[in-house]
């Protein structure tokens, strides 16, 4: 008890983005999130680590309500982005993923061609009034995505005959292109070798002048290398979040210390 | 004596090789079956394949030999001079055999004495007329020299039986006195045994690619044959299709492009009912239904599947086709009158596209299931809708395979023939009116067949022809939708 109030009272200081107050989600009768409250900042990269199964992934897709998808999915609880709960009645999931984007642990670009898998979510969304403009909006995603210069000169080739490296920097593009104020991204790195590992890593430490990142990641090193703020999650609950540095370096509790050390995953 | 006879009593001595096999090697071991090689029943089985094989494999060769070697004898005895003007030699061989048959059968029926069939006839028109009031063919009165080929063809025939049946008997004993002499212990019948079942299988399945490759030949041969009698330039570019029955030959107009354009009409609109709502099908059933509407509805669309497609005729002829007549006919409810009768190209196209649902439905539901998941979860990730994401993610990614299943349909379109003959009617058109009768290739294979049919005349022929027309396109049509479909399969391995 004494750590969660530390917790809380270092995150106070920073501007929230993201709160989840008692969230608890169950697939079926599988209780898969266990009352999760949390802080999440703006313009910071927050690392969720925890042993497969603890329910990482499950908490990050009710940030962007994509556990929707699932029938058995049941979400409880609120989460609040900007002070406005995302599960309100008034919110459109489909809205809310405009604005919440999300990158996947496989890189998993459409079957089309690399303009237009930057120019989806943009056409969706109309953000652009003319071809010019999506035009910007295409080169400026792919700055973004670390990718316009390998891709430029062949932007209307198919998006699938990229390496898994530039696919995955494509599919963050694709997010980025629709403007989200926060990015969510599952494992992003677990499918790519580690030349484009520390390409992606080095995309995610610029994205996070614009936007609130949130970061799955199974490699504790790669937390450590990217994120600011870490959270541990074991067997469903959030059991530790503070300070990247401190969480590695000097961890309240010992499930934590466990898993840092490599006693428990 | 009959081939039934035969049969029995080669399969009899098998039975009697397979009980003495097994007890010769039991004894032969003292009694203790321990002492065999292989278990007992190898040795009876062994026996019994010894008998078998050699017996019915000379049967058989005898069977597909005699017909040729007779025919070959026979003809000589036709001089040149009997072979009529406009006919040829293969006609007066099929009317041969046909009198040849007819004479057997007169026999058999006590119409005709032995002595009057065995003997040169002193009055062919009495010999024809004899015949007849047995009623057998025969159209019009035998020739000399037909009657003295037709003779001379079942003596010939009941020689060879007999010789036939001599043979196949001597094979099996001898089989049976071999097959007993290897029924000592040390013989490893297991291993025979086992080499003769891996030969069965192999045989069953030659015998398929065989059957195909027979079907694919005797198509050729008769098309080949078709064309001698009949021109290619006729049948590939004249627009009419006019085959007269009474004349042999010269009067018949055999033009296929009618027939394919009939096959091309109806199979379209049915393609222009069925993709559309079977597709959209196969979309609410994958991406919208619940797992409890699909376990139920999808197995209710196939059903439609097992529909003979008789019943689908049937459909067209009782109730499309009026129903239609009534909606575009005279005094219908549109007021118009564009529909004469029920038999129509839209009527037998729409049944034809409803037979096709379920055919589209199935494999377009099975391609886009196939489609990954992540593939959707990129899109709702963006913020697109479940009809976004379907439209510009799902299709897209499956479009190959679906192109894929239209064209399997396609093809079972253009091989169809019941709907047509009970929806379409039976006169070949080129008409772009879908409102009126129109026949197809398949719907005109059935009509030269049926009845007394010379298989000699190009009326005749042309089935083989027209056969050999819808093989190739058909197998066309297969051979690229089974490419896309595959090339699609790659895709997401
Ligand atoms: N679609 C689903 N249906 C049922 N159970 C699920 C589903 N997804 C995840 N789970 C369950 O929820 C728990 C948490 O899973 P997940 O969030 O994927 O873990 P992590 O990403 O940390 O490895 C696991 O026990 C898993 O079995
Ligand atoms: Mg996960």
């Not at chain 1, 494509?170 to 499918?191: G, H, K, N």
């Not at chain 2, 097959?179 to 299988?201: K, M, T, W, Y």
């Not at chain 2, 994958?286 to 509805?297: G, K, L, P």
């Not at chain 2, 729409?350 to 055919?359: A, D, E, Q």
Request: charged share 15%; with cysteine; glycine share 10%.
């Amino acid at each position: 008890m004494n750590d969660m109030r530390q917790v809380e009272r270092t995150v106070d200081t920073g501007q929230h983005k993201i709160t989840a107050k008692n969230v608890q989600v169950h697939y079926g009768d599988t209780h898969a999130i266990k009352d999760v409250n949390v802080n999440i900042e703006d313009k910071t990269v927050t690392a969720f680590i925890g042993p497969s199964g603890c329910g990482k992934s499950t908490f990050l897709r009710c940030i962007n309500r994509m556990n929707d998808t699932i029938d058995i999915c049941r979400v409880t609880g609120d989460i609040l982005i900007d002070g406005e709960d995302i599960y309100d009645k008034k919110v459109d999931p489909v809205q809310l993923r405009a604005k919440v984007g999300m990158v996947f642990q496989k890189p998993n670009p459409f079957p089309k061609s690399i303009y237009d898998n930057i120019a989806y979510g943009p056409r969706i969304h109309g953000l652009a009034r003319n071809k010019a403009e999506l035009d910007e909006i295409v080169e400026k995603s792919l700055r973004r995505g670390a990718i316009w210069d390998e891709v430029k000169d062949r932007l209307h080739a198919p998006g699938t005959g990229l390496s898994g490296g530039q696919q995955q920097r494509l599919c963050i593009a694709r997010a980025v292109a629709t403007e989200p104020e926060v990015l969510l991204m599952d494992e992003p790195c677990s499918a790519l070798d580690p030349i484009a590992t520390a390409q992606v890593e080095e995309l995610i430490d610029e994205l996070r002048r614009n936007y609130s990142v949130v970061i799955v990641t199974h490699s504790m090193q790669q937390a450590a290398r990217v994120s600011q703020k870490t959270a541990f999650f074991h067997l469903g609950n959030l059991v530790e979040y503070g300070e990247t540095g401190q969480i590695f370096t000097n961890p309240n509790d010992p499930r934590t210390e466990s898993y840092i050390t490599g006693r428990i995953g | 004596m009959p081939l039934a006879w035969l049969v029995i009593i080669v399969l009899a001595i098998a039975t009697a090789g397979y009980v003495v096999g097994r007890s010769r090697a039991l004894s032969a071991a003292g009694g203790n079956a321990r002492g065999l090689h292989s278990l007992p029943v190898y040795y009876g089985a062994n026996v019994a394949l010894k008998i078998i094989v050699p017996a019915f494999g000379i049967m058989i060769l005898w069977l597909l030999a005699q017909p040729w070697v007779i025919e070959r004898s026979v003809a000589t005895i036709i001089p040149d001079s009997a072979v009529a003007e406009g006919s040829n030699r293969g006609l007066v061989m099929a009317e041969v055999r046909r009198t040849a048959s007819g004479i057997v059968n007169a026999v058999a029926s006590g119409e005709m004495s032995r002595d009057v069939a065995e003997e040169q006839p002193g009055d062919l028109e009495e010999f024809t007329q004899r015949l007849k009031d047995a009623g057998q063919v025969v159209t019009s009165t035998l020739s000399a020299p037909v009657v003295a080929a037709a003779q001379r063809y079942n003596v010939l025939s009941a020689t060879g039986a007999l010789y036939m049946a001599g043979l196949v008997v001597l094979a099996s004993l001898a089989g049976l006195v071999f097959g007993i002499s290897e029924s000592r212990p040390d013989f490893r019948a297991r291993n025979v045994v086992e080499q003769g079942v891996r030969a069965l299988l192999i045989g069953a399945a030659s015998i398929a690619i065989l059957t195909t490759l027979g079907i694919v030949l005797s198509l050729v041969f008769n098309t080949i044959e078709f064309f001698r009698l009949y021109p290619a330039s006729h049948y590939f570019f004249s627009l009419e299709w006019a085959p007269s029955f009474s004349g042999r030959g010269g009067s018949s107009e055999l033009g296929v492009l009618p027939l394919l354009w009939g096959t091309f009409y109806i199979s379209i609109v049915a393609l222009i009912v069925a993709v559309p709502i079977g597709l959209f099908a196969a979309i609410y059933l994958s991406e919208y239904a619940s797992h409890r509407t699909r376990a139920f509805a999808k197995p209710l669309l196939e059903v439609l599947a097992g529909i003979p497609t008789i019943v689908y005729g049937l459909f067209a002829l009782l109730t499309v086709g009026p129903l239609l007549v009534s909606v575009f006919g005279d005094g219908g409810l549109l007021g118009v009158d564009w529909q004469g009768g029920g038999r129509a190209v839209i009527t037998a196209g729409g049944v034809m596209g409803i037979m096709l649902i379920p055919f589209v439905s199935s494999l377009s539901d099975d391609i886009i299931n196939a489609v990954p998941q992540a593939m959707r979860d990129g899109s709702y990730g963006l913020g697109a809708t479940k009809s976004e994401t379907i439209r510009q993610v799902v299709l897209p990614a499956a479009l190959p395979g679906i192109v894929g299943a239209v064209l399997l349909a396609a093809s079972r379109a253009i091989g169809e023939t019941m709907i047509v003959v009970l929806g379409a009617g039976a006169a070949a058109r080129l008409s772009l009116n879908p409102f009126e009768a129109m026949t197809t290739v398949t719907a005109k294979i059935v009509s030269q067949l049926t009845g007394d049919s010379d298989f000699a005349s190009p009326e005749a022929l042309v089935a083989f022809a027209l056969g050999m027309t819808l093989f190739i396109l058909t197998l066309g049509l297969n051979v690229v939708a089974l490419y896309i479909v595959r090339t699609y399969r790659e895709q997401y391995d």
